[in-house]
């Protein structure tokens, strides 16, 4: 992991929260802020979910982001510390994140693709299961699945809504994607697969008319997909910054033995 020059130049984003706002006057007048287009690290206020929404505005630029927790979850974020905030960054540790390509289909023929840095989840929107037959590389792997939804998620997403459907932890290094179904009816006893990161997964939505299924990739939904197709983008790699001694991998262990 390569360390930051001593001196980048700063830009600060913040959420919609009140203490996130306030800190990005304060940090501001302490540090300067520079344009993101001109910034060498972007310093995002908030939460998790800000963090997220940071990424994505700067998918095309891909300038590194360094958190501070400012919400109400920060397992992406650092603790939040006005002084020597550039001693901070300039040794802080990078974690290398590549997004899911969603493709999906809906009934009228319309395809629709969206990148996501957690997950592409796929759920039911009424009171009846959805029914997903699951292809891997081409090759149908479970012709039927009766449940409330299934994700793909990446190790950076293992620990978000993967983890909380009884889904796996990957380390952010395994080069691996969790593909995890939600409150599976039938079969009842699957509980998802491990699968390298190169593959490519095709769920196909059974009785759609019936049974409408939505696809989500991170915030982006499109309803009423009748087919939707994922993948890694390798191609594209953006970058998180953990202090020095609290790095994502360090949490990502340490949430495996969290009771």
């Not at 993101?36 to 994505?56: K, P, Q, R, S, Y």
């Not at 983890?163 to 599976?184: Q, V």
């Not at 699957?190 to 059974?206: I, M, N, Q, T, Y």
Request: negative net charge; aromatic residues 6%; proline residues 4%.
């Amino acid at each position: 992991m390569n360390a930051l020059s001593s001196a980048p130049r700063l830009a600060f984003c913040a959420s919609d929260r009140s203490e996130a706002l306030e800190a990005r006057e304060r940090l501001s007048t302490l540090y300067g802020s520079t344009p993101e287009a001109e910034a060498d690290v972007i310093v995002a206020l908030g939460g998790d979910g800000f963090m997220l929404e940071t990424l994505h505005a700067n998918m095309t630029r891909r300038t590194p982001v360094y958190g501070m927790n400012r919400g109400s979850v920060g397992f992406l974020m650092n603790d939040y510390e006005e002084d020597v905030l550039l001693d901070r960054i300039s040794a802080a540790g990078r974690a290398v994140i590549h997004p899911l390509q969603m493709d999906a289909w809906t009934e009228s023929g319309a395809v629709h693709t969206g990148l996501a840095i957690n997950e592409v989840s796929l759920l039911r929107q009424t009171r009846q299961s959805a029914k997903l037959r699951i292809s891997v590389d081409g090759k149908v792997r479970l012709e039927e699945l009766s449940c409330d939804g299934c994700m793909v998620a990446t190790p950076a997403g293992s620990t978000a809504y993967n983890l909380s459907a009884h889904g796996p932890i990957i380390p952010l290094d395994a080069r691996m994607l969790a593909l995890t179904p939600i409150s599976a009816f039938r079969p009842r006893r699957w509980r998802g697969a491990l699968l390298p990161h190169s593959a490519r997964v095709e769920f196909e939505v059974l009785e759609a008319d019936k049974r409408p299924v939505s696809a989500v990739a991170d915030s982006l939904e499109i309803r009423r997909v009748v087919k939707v197709a994922i993948k890694e983008r390798r191609d594209v790699a953006l970058t998180m910054l953990f202090d020095a001694g609290r790095s994502f991998e360090e949490r990502v262990l340490a949430e495996q033995f969290t009771a």
